[in-house]
């Protein structure tokens, strides 16, 4: 009832800012947060709001409301006030085999190396690294992997070029953020790419940095490509990098579907950290993608905003202005604030499987919490009649929940290991059957 309060005056806020802005889409008619509410007064600061209740305080009955009138609410929601608007898909892809070589891991694999060019307007290819098993009865399904590498370091594989655009630093054979030999292979260890091709999986796997370099002012990536007619800036509405990166898991998935070496109907997208934020982001907003496992996301991600454990929406706005739009901004110091939280962004993907995994001594992407995202998105996974999570409580370490909505937790540190792919990989395999 009090939650019905606060969202009619947040409706009426909309209307009045639809007034006096005609221009706008009715997408981006949302109100300022200064003229919301106070939600303290309605309920507990760190309890999250409904993701069943509408923002014109209307509750959703069933699955049909939801799909139609919640479900795109809560989409433009978080486009609004959090990751910024994506724009629709480019109307032409062109995909080009650069390298095939169809004897790769001792002859249980077949590698491609395809460059996705969408248009003249995106600049910079997506380099795709695509490894599928050979001498398999079906299409294998298919990860995608959001990487922080390119894929000459993913693999140990002297054909693929050093890319010579801007690299993370930090990495061994990084030198003034760009790659050099020394970086081949580097991470063939973060990747399991073997095991996972063993498993009857293929890998479809790009480095962020093709899509948006993670550097808040760089403007070679598609976020400056993309800027609409006229424009010279950004502004308070444009999506930040987690969105452009979760773009780029959706431009590969337009290839994969038209591929017929892999599945589309057993399409999963992986991603690490902030990669895992964009992961997360990606399947909520493309159903296409039949799975989703965000590793250690974290704030932004998978751990309430509201939360109280690691990262703050603050801190995360300082560090990385980049991530978010700048509306997300008017969030710091006040979550409470926020019309959704990230159990909402969970719901948008019901009624697909979804993984949340994490590790022990990674307490800044607060691991508790993000079970109680799970937790709390339950209600939309009902709809469905799926049984999302039954679970109470953090299971021991090295425990696979593989209900829909699973989680696990292994010892250790925030990193992406050969434990968390083996959980990945059973866990595909509890919903979308073994391979064959
Ligand atoms: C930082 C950041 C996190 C992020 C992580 C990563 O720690 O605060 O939000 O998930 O980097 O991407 O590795």
Redesign the pocket.
């Known amino acids: 009832m009090r939650e019905s309060v606060l969202i009619c005056a947040l409706a009426v806020a909309c209307a009045t800012l639809a007034a006096v802005l005609p221009g706008r889409a009715a997408s981006q008619t949302f109100p300022a947060v200064e003229s919301f509410p106070d939600p303290r007064d309605l309920r507990p600061s760190n309890s999250p709001p409904d993701p069943l209740v509408m923002l014109d305080g209307r509750r959703v009955q069933d699955r049909a409301m939801w799909e139609k009138e919640r479900r795109p609410e809560l989409k433009r929601l978080f486009q609004h006030y959090m990751y910024g608007y994506m724009p629709s898909r480019p109307p032409k892809l062109n995909a080009r085999v650069v390298r095939e070589d169809r004897s790769y891991f001792g002859g249980r694999a077949t590698k491609r190396e395809i460059d996705l060019q969408f248009g003249s307007s995106v600049t910079r290819p997506i380099h795709l690294l695509l490894v599928t098993p050979n001498g398999r009865a079906h299409p294998a399904p298919v990860f995608v992997c959001i990487a922080f590498c390119a894929p000459f370091a993913a693999v140990n594989d002297p054909t693929i070029p050093v890319p010579t655009g801007w690299m993370y630093p930090g990495a061994p054979g990084i030198v003034n953020n760009r790659a050099t030999e020394a970086a081949r292979g580097g991470q063939v260890d973060v990747w399991n790419i073997e095991q996972t091709i063993d498993r009857g999986y293929a890998v479809a796997l790009y480095y962020n940095g093709d899509v948006e370099p993670d550097a808040p002012s760089s403007r070679e990536g598609v976020r400056w490509n993309l800027l609409r007619r006229g424009r010279k800036e950004l502004d308070s509405l444009d999506w930040g990098a987690v969105a452009a990166w979760a773009w780029g898991a959706q431009r590969v998935v337009d290839y994969l579907v038209k591929d017929p070496s892999v599945d589309r109907k057993r399409i999963a997208v992986v991603g690490?950290?902030?990669?895992?934020?964009a992961a997360i982001v990606a399947g909520a907003f493309d159903e296409r993608i039949a799975l989703v496992i965000p590793l250690?996301?974290?704030?932004?991600?998978t751990a309430p905003s509201r939360g109280t454990v690691g990262?703050s929406v603050t801190?995360?706005n300082t560090?990385?202005p980049h991530w978010f739009n700048a509306n997300f901004k008017q969030f710091n110091d006040r979550p409470e604030f926020l019309p959704f939280d990230q159990n909402a962004l969970v719901a948008l993907c019901a009624p697909r499987p979804v993984l949340f995994s994490n590790a022990e001594e990674d307490s800044?992407?607060n691991p508790t919490g993000q079970f109680k995202v799970l937790r709390a998105a339950n209600a939309v996974y009902r709809l469905y009649g799926s049984g999302g999570i039954s679970a109470t409580s953090v299971p021991p370490v090295n425990t696979l929940i593989d209900s829909q909505l699973g989680y696990f937790i292994r010892p250790g540190k925030?990193s992406m290991t050969k434990v968390d792919w083996d959980a990945f990989l059973d866990f595909a395999d509890r919903h979308f059957g073994k391979p064959k």
């Open positions: 690490h950290s902030r990669n895992g934020k250690q996301a974290g704030c932004g991600g990262e801190r995360i560090s990385f800044w992407a925030h």
